[in-house]
């Protein structure tokens, strides 16, 4: 976190509780992560219900904290632009209806044009998760917070694995087995995201949204 980094020390002497308790959380809620990933990779040198049971907890705790960093990074750009957003109005996407409050995406376009272009070209939200990290994080997230059920499923032998779209809970087609390739193929886990390589994946995702965008913060506030 090169960038951020530079920031830091750029904003260290700025009197603003808000903003330097946002900037921290950026980089703890990675590390965060980053330690849940760890802990990940460990259960795979044990078998059974109970390292499948960690891997469910784990996986969520990794989702939930890559999020929160992307959150907090909005709270950030709030308090440097001064923005004078409301905590409810702060948030790292595009307001669905934004009539009668403020965006704070759309507002970053009249501040820093840069770093509003670059989000815009990263988080990118869509009808489907196929294809998009952001997307696919999002409605990981979406399903841990507000729906009951869990995340993973476990192929018997071959591992752990996210759904293609957590938003399908219940499948039209039914499993059958693909005679050619030799192996049972199960709807909406058709892309196989293996949960340690995925979610690693989304880090990485994550982790470099938010150093460029601290790039952008520091050209533009040279």
Not at 16 to 24: E, R, V
Not at 36 to 48: C, F, N, R, V
Not at 98 to 111: F, G, H, S, T, V
Not at 193 to 200: F, I, Q
Request: contains cysteine; proline residues 3%.
């Amino acid at each position: 976190m090169e960038n951020w980094e530079k920031v830091t020390s750029k904003i260290a002497g700025i009197d603003n509780q808000i903003l330097q308790t946002g900037n921290t959380t950026v980089k703890a809620k990675l590390h965060y992560a980053l330690m849940h990933w760890d802990i990940l990779a460990q259960t795979y040198q044990k078998e059974g219900f109970a390292s499948y049971l960690i891997q469910r907890a784990i996986t969520e705790n990794i989702i939930l904290n890559l999020v929160s960093a992307l959150e907090a990074f909005a709270y950030v750009i709030n308090q440097l632009y001064d923005f004078q957003l409301e905590p409810r109005q702060v948030a790292i996407d595009h307001l669905r209806n934004n009539k009668n409050r403020k965006c704070l995406r759309c507002e970053l376009k009249k501040e820093n044009g840069q770093l509003a272009n670059y989000l815009d070209s990263q988080l990118i939200k869509a009808d489907s998760p196929l294809g998009n990290w952001y997307e696919s994080l999002v409605r990981y997230r979406h399903q841990i917070v507000h729906r009951t059920l869990f995340l993973l499923n476990h192929y018997v032998g071959e591992g752990t694995f996210l759904p293609d779209d957590p938003y399908i809970l219940k499948p039209q087609e039914k499993m059958y087995f693909d005679r050619e390739k030799e192996e049972p193929v199960i709807p909406n886990y058709t892309e196989k995201r293996e949960v340690k390589k995925y979610t690693l994946y989304l880090f990485e995702n994550v982790l470099s949204v938010l150093d460029t965008s601290y790039r952008y913060i520091h050209i533009n506030s040279t």
